[in-house]
């Protein structure tokens, strides 16, 4: 079975700093990645989704995300933090393998950002 | 557009009570998801929905979970004799069938169930 790790439960920046969210995941074949974010009280956003191609993704509000399959990673990053960043997020992986690409989510990390 | 919707926003309950959430997908949305966010367990998958059909139920954590989906929209999420750990915010999204694609699934604002 599919499995998603996000290691950090909780990250404080300052805001203006660079972020690295990470994530790794387990799949045996091909996997679709996601990252999502939740604001308190709201319900999940789509940030950015790799499919295939290129391994760098560009996702909203100036996050990317890069694939690395030897180190089964699909970390989050961001140049510059912004005191509205301040959210949960979310890494997860969709399982193709029964038809119909349920979502495995990571627990979560909870980004704090210092103003 | 308009997005996911769920209706009630809160629900809060006593044990034993029988509970209805509702979700409406993004219109034309074929496959249909149901999540439960808890503290202890993080996201889950329920339920998928595939048009009327669910083909996929394996996250149901008990008998006393079921769902349905009418006229390939509108799905109703019902728990019976509710009880303290079902308290969590439950989570509809919707995605557009695509040829052999993982195409993206859309989150409603969510349902948050308080059992007291």
């Known amino acids: 079975a599919q499995s998603v790790t996000q290691p950090d439960i909780h990250i404080t920046v300052s805001e203006g700093a660079s972020l690295e969210l990470r994530c790794n995941y387990s799949y045996g074949a091909t996997p679709y990645l996601f990252w999502y974010v939740q604001s308190p009280g709201q319900g999940l956003q789509l940030l950015l989704k790799?499919?295939?191609?290129?391994?760098l993704v560009q996702g909203i509000k100036g996050f990317e995300a890069e694939f690395k399959r030897s180190q089964s990673s699909f970390n989050l990053r961001k140049p510059s933090v912004h005191w509205s960043d301040a959210a949960e997020y979310f890494c997860a992986v969709g399982d193709s393998g029964a038809g119909s690409y349920q979502l495995t989510f990571g627990k979560g990390t909870k980004l704090s950002v210092i103003p | 557009g308009a997005g996911v919707s769920q209706s009630p926003s809160n629900k809060v309950t006593e044990k034993g009570k029988d509970v209805e959430l509702r979700c409406d997908p993004i219109?034309?949305?074929?496959?249909l998801y149901w999540y439960r966010q808890s503290l202890g367990q993080g996201l889950e998958f329920l339920i998928y929905f595939q048009g009327n059909s669910a083909p996929d139920k394996s996250g149901l954590p008990s008998d006393r979970f079921s769902a349905e989906r009418t006229g390939g929209s509108v799905s109703t999420l019902t728990i019976q004799r509710t009880q303290q750990e079902d308290s969590a915010v439950y989570l509809c999204?919707?995605?557009?069938?695509?040829?052999?694609?993982?195409?993206?699934?859309?989150f409603g604002p969510g349902t948050r169930l308080t059992v007291l």
């Open positions: 219109s034309g949305h074929t496959a």
């Open positions: 999204a919707s995605r557009t069938r695509t040829s052999g694609g993982v195409d993206t699934q859309y």
């Open positions: 790799y499919f295939s191609g290129d391994t």
